[in-house]
């Protein structure tokens, strides 16, 4: 009794380690994220591809309604899993962080800086007493001198870049097929591919194109763009085919 009473001290103050180090309330503000439907980012040759599975709870539920993957600025996106009440709050900030650079220097903020932006807002929530860390992680894509960059952003405000990577639910299942599957030579539309792909690995079937939100961001024009619904049909049919066949 008088261990668990010791445990519940700590698991109550974020402002506190346990003996052993660990801040059980980040801890728990990542099983948060594991709870949340699946995020897929991943960097190609043209550009960054961003990929959600929004899933609603409800045939009543207007599935536009359910935001996984948002616009920062105009060369940068971000996707997100977990509360989205608390990825919105962190897409504000990205938002007006951006715009603040592009007021203040006449120009765009890169992909890294506002990521570090995002990670610091967020590390000051794991060590102020009276709140509670964020219950979401981030996949912050964009270009940043020509280049395709992507970075993670962890409950803790740690920040990590990836060549591909997943957050949310079935994490391991997915961040496993990107990990059998990515190809640093992929274009966008290849990189589209893979990224639905790689959300339905856990499915026992491809998931439908209404249940999938994807944007990218290319090289070309270093612009954030939404892929329509019909372009996934298309895309979800050769997924489809590509199975049957084996």
Request: net charge negative; proline share 3%.
């Amino acid at each position: 009794m008088q261990g668990q009473s010791q445990q519940q001290a700590y698991d109550r103050g974020i402002t506190i380690f346990s003996p052993d180090g660990r801040l059980y309330q980040v801890e728990y503000a990542r099983e948060a994220v594991k709870r949340g439907t699946a995020s897929v980012g991943l960097c190609t040759p043209d550009g960054v591809v961003l990929a959600a599975n929004r899933r609603v709870s409800s045939p009543l539920m207007e599935r536009s309604s359910v935001e996984k993957i948002h616009k920062a600025d105009d060369h940068v996106g971000i996707a997100s899993a977990g509360h989205v009440a608390d990825a919105r709050q962190l897409v504000d900030l990205a938002r007006r962080r951006a715009q603040g650079e592009q007021l203040r220097y006449g120009q765009q903020i890169g992909v890294e800086t506002l990521t570090r932006s995002i990670t610091d807002h967020i590390q000051e929530y794991t060590q102020t007493g009276g709140a509670r860390p964020f219950g979401v992680a981030l996949l912050v894509g964009g270009i940043e001198d020509g280049e395709p960059k992507l970075f993670e952003t962890d409950p803790s405000g740690t920040d990590y870049e990836w060549k591909a990577a997943a957050i949310g639910g079935d994490r391991d299942v997915i961040q496993g097929y990107l990990e059998d599957n990515y190809q640093s030579d992929l274009d966008v539309d290849g990189g589209i591919e893979l990224a639905v792909s790689a959300l339905s690995e856990p499915e026992e079937e491809v998931v439908a194109a209404e249940d999938v939100d994807v944007a990218t961001i290319t090289t070309d024009d270093e612009s954030f763009s939404s892929v329509a619904e019909d372009r996934l049909e298309s895309i979800v049919s050769e997924i489809d085919m590509e199975e049957s066949d084996e």
